[in-house]
Nanobody
Framework: QVQLVESGGGLVQAGGSLRLSCAAS????????MAWYRQAPGKQRELVAT???????NYADSVKGRFTISRGNVENTVYLQMNSLKPEDTAVYYC???????????????WGQGTRVTVSS
């Protein structure tokens, strides 16, 4: 019953910005960490940024200084502010969270369906 839903993807020009959003829903006891991944065509899925609950964010070298991950005022939300976008940022972006559902009280990882980001050159 736990679900993650992403939004905010789209087509932008190089140098532009987008903000991705992710909201977790369901019978959740706690979320220990949230993250953003991305997967470009023909490439493996890669970690973009992570933010533990109450911790400091971490970024892949390829996006450091350009992207910012943050937790929303609503506990079960996470954002990815993407600035100075480059064509190589083109990918499907996926939200991921380590969640403890009420039904199990055991931590598990959940994925969103993905939102597509296309950066034109």
């Amino acid at each position: 019953q736990v679900q993650l839903v992403e939004s905010g993807g789209g087509l932008v020009q190089a140098g532009g910005s987008l903000r991705l959003s992710c909201a977790a829903s369901g019978n959740i006891f706690a979320i220990t960490a949230m993250a953003w991944y991305r997967q470009a065509p023909g490439k493996q899925r890669e970690l973009v940024a992570t933010i533990p609950s109450g911790g400091s964010p971490n970024y892949a070298d390829s996006v450091k200084g350009r992207f910012t991950i943050s937790r929303g005022n609503v506990e079960n939300t996470v954002y990815l502010q993407m600035n100075s976008l480059k064509p190589e940022d083109t990918a499907v972006y996926y939200c991921n969270a380590a969640i403890i559902p009420l039904a199990t009280m055991t931590v598990d990882r959940f994925w969103g369906q993905g939102t597509r980001v296309t950066v034109s050159s």
